[in-house]
């Protein structure tokens, strides 16, 4: 017996945790491992034989209190406590298993402790950072819909001359007599084009404003990538001809539809 418990106290010593032996009558400590005065900062000789009291203080004592209640009814107690020691406030993981004696009752408990300080410190880390993202993200959600709102104005402003030159283009084609010189022709084709792609940027930009709001819907259609892409081109070749430049293509006869968004 006497070798057994001198292989228990050695491989108590050996644990990597804070180990203790509470007497459940008296609540004074029968044994502490190497571990536990070293959390303490206490001497093993002023720990054993003392009461719990004494050795944790007022206010670690009546935080533990209860628990302790619970191991001498029987029970295995496991919780997390913050203990104010003379180098510091030190967060634990406590475990609390009942020694019975040979009659059933509770003599004794041990006491298993781990320091998971650092491990507290990483999770308020992990929680601050958190909440300093989540602050960010509203902030940025917020000036996207302020964003949005005065793409939207702008594109008020902006349509409201739009229509009427539209309006009016259209009115002077249909108007023009026999006859007209066909750079006057031209020139109005030219104004009409224009105007149609700045109303078509315009719904573009209004696009941008819709998405940030997050009511941004795709409007999918089938589209002839044969007459798109000509229609395309011809858009531009205009003013690269203005430029002397030539804008030489060359599209495959098998071209697929496509959805796009229209």
């Known amino acids: 017996l006497k070798t057994s418990n001198e292989r228990f106290l050695s491989l108590a010593d050996a644990v990597p945790a804070f180990v203790a032996f509470i007497n459940a009558s008296t609540l004074c400590y029968e044994y502490v491992n190497e571990e536990y005065p070293k959390l303490l900062g206490i001497p093993r000789d002023k720990i054993i034989g003392n009461h719990v009291r004494k050795v944790l203080g007022e206010t670690n004592y009546q935080n533990t209190l209860k628990y302790m209640n619970e191991v001498k009814s029987g029970k295995n107690v496991s919780f997390e406590d913050s203990v104010n020691l003379a180098s510091g406030k030190c967060h634990l993981q406590v475990n609390y298993a009942p020694f019975r004696g040979g009659d059933g009752t509770v003599e ?14 990483m999770q308020k880390a992990i929680r601050d950072l958190y909440e300093k993202e989540k602050a960010l993200r509203q902030e940025l959600e917020e000036e996207s819909k302020e964003r949005g709102m005065f793409i939207d104005i702008l594109g008020h402003e902006l349509r409201t001359p739009l229509t009427p030159i539209l309006a009016s283009v259209g009115m002077l084609k249909e108007s023009l007599p026999e006859g007209t010189p066909s750079l006057q022709k ?9 105007t149609k792609t700045m109303t078509q940027r315009l719904e573009e930009l209004l696009d941008v404003a819709r998405y940030s709001r997050g009511s941004f819907q795709l409007n999918l259609q089938s589209v002839n990538l044969k007459e798109f892409f000509p229609g395309v081109i011809s858009r531009y070749r205009p003013s690269l001809a203005q430029n002397g430049n030539e804008l030489i293509t060359e599209l495959a006869s098998d071209l697929p539809d496509a959805e796009v968004d229209a």
């Open 108 to 121: 004794a408990f041990v006491v298993l402790s781990s320091d998971i300080t650092q491990q507290k410190e």
């Open 186 to 194: 031209k020139l109005i084709e030219l104004i009409d084009v224009s």
